[in-house]
């Protein structure tokens, strides 16, 4: 918090400040195919996940949600009511207002942001363009599944409301699966390049003070840049603004690197009727990067070290689900979705000499249902 004193000449008050500082909690969460509103599971239903939901949020004190597999605006405004309706740590949350869905009918997928009204400032979002494409075996271009959502969002200072901090936020939800080329499909892992891609061009072109977090679901099998070149594509130096991995290299399916995996929290498939893999545990697909600007804290922003943790993986053993763990949340993992979340911390420094510069909220609108 900023530190003050208080100087007095005459009938006049100055102030000479410090620098304040609030940290920042960003989780990246993959929520399974949220809402579905005719699952008669009672486990699995709406209802339940919602509770299930904001426990997980408000045990890992997130403040910043980036989460995947969002079906409906509807179901963005359960979550947030919940949060705000039920919510126990005294915080109000908030959500951008644009949802984009892909994918065919009764199958379409997004993104969201929720945000701690308190802390941070909504300033604009956009669907970043899906340029990259690869021609398939049959001749057809192909391109990214999704796009990649961004947001700006400004932290404020919580004793001078008009000074703020730049934070870009970019939510990702690469192509899923293994899958090498067919005669009709090009690999899985090369499609997910195509969204690193887009990334990538659309972040390079930023200048290198920006502050950059991008978090989400991966899909990513391991880091080697033969199994996953869409990895090697977001790291590489060779990149204005490459990102970086702060927990490094991991090889799926390894005991040593179970505290990094995030899937499975489930050893039953389709454990409460909205889909989800079993398998337990081996595979991490979640991650949060930063880029140089955060990693240094030249422009304010500032990772937290050792904050980076998949939430809810108690390192038990590979291939144990979360319910064999001691997380005081385990039950809401298993019952929320197939993935745990990822959280990290960022500390936001304003220095007093800092000009005030309040946004203006600027909000990108986009087709329901873009082409794929």
């Not at 990822?342 to 203006?360: G, K, R, S």
Request: hydrophobic content about 40%; aromatic content about 10%; overall charge negative.
């Amino acid at each position: 918090m900023k530190k003050y004193l208080m100087l007095l000449v005459g009938l006049c008050v100055f102030y000479i400040t410090t620098n304040a500082q609030v940290q920042v909690r960003v989780m990246t969460y993959n929520i399974l195919n949220f809402p579905n509103p005719t699952n008669a599971d009672a486990v699995g239903s709406d209802a339940n996940r919602v509770q299930a939901f904001r426990q997980v949020v408000e045990n890992a004190g997130a403040d910043v949600i980036l989460v995947q597999e969002l079906k409906s605006g509807a179901g963005a405004d359960l979550l947030l009511n919940e949060l705000n309706a039920n919510g126990t740590l005294g915080k109000t949350y908030n959500r951008a207002p644009a949802f984009t869905a892909y994918g065919p009918s009764g199958f379409e997928l997004g993104n969201m942001l929720f945000y701690n009204d308190d802390l941070l400032d909504f300033c604009a979002q956009e669907e970043l363009p899906r340029n990259n494409t690869a021609i398939s075996p049959t001749g057809t271009p192909v391109r990214t599944p999704r796009a990649i959502s961004r947001y700006v969002m400004k932290v404020v200072n919580p004793t001078c409301v008009d000074q703020q901090t730049d934070v870009e936020f970019y939510d990702v939800h690469l192509k899923a699966g293994d899958g090498d080329m067919t005669s009709t499909e090009i690999a899985d892992r090369d499609r997910r390049v195509l969204g690193a891609q887009d990334l990538m061009d659309f972040i390079n072109a930023l200048t290198t003070t920006t502050n950059i977090i991008v978090g989400g679901d991966f899909n990513f099998y391991d880091e080697s840049v033969a199994m996953e070149p869409a990895y090697d594509e977001v790291i590489s130096t060779t990149n204005a603004n490459f990102l970086i991995d702060v927990i490094g290299a991991w090889t799926r399916n390894t005991a040593g690197d179970v505290g990094k995996f995030t899937q499975s929290t489930r050893s039953i498939f389709d454990a409460y009727g909205n889909g989800g893999i079993n398998g337990d545990l081996d595979d991490r697909f979640d991650l949060i990067f930063f880029n140089s600007a955060v990693n240094t804290g030249i422009n304010d922003v500032t990772y937290v070290g050792g904050s980076y943790q998949t939430f809810g993986n108690t390192g038990v053993a590979l291939n144990n689900n979360v319910l064999s763990g001691s997380s005081p949340v385990s039950t809401q993992l298993d019952e929320m979705s197939d993935h745990y979340p990822v959280i990290l911390d960022i500390n936001v420094t304003f220095d007093p000499a800092q000009a005030c510069n309040n946004c203006t909220p600027v909000i990108a609108t986009f087709p329901a249902n873009p082409a794929n």
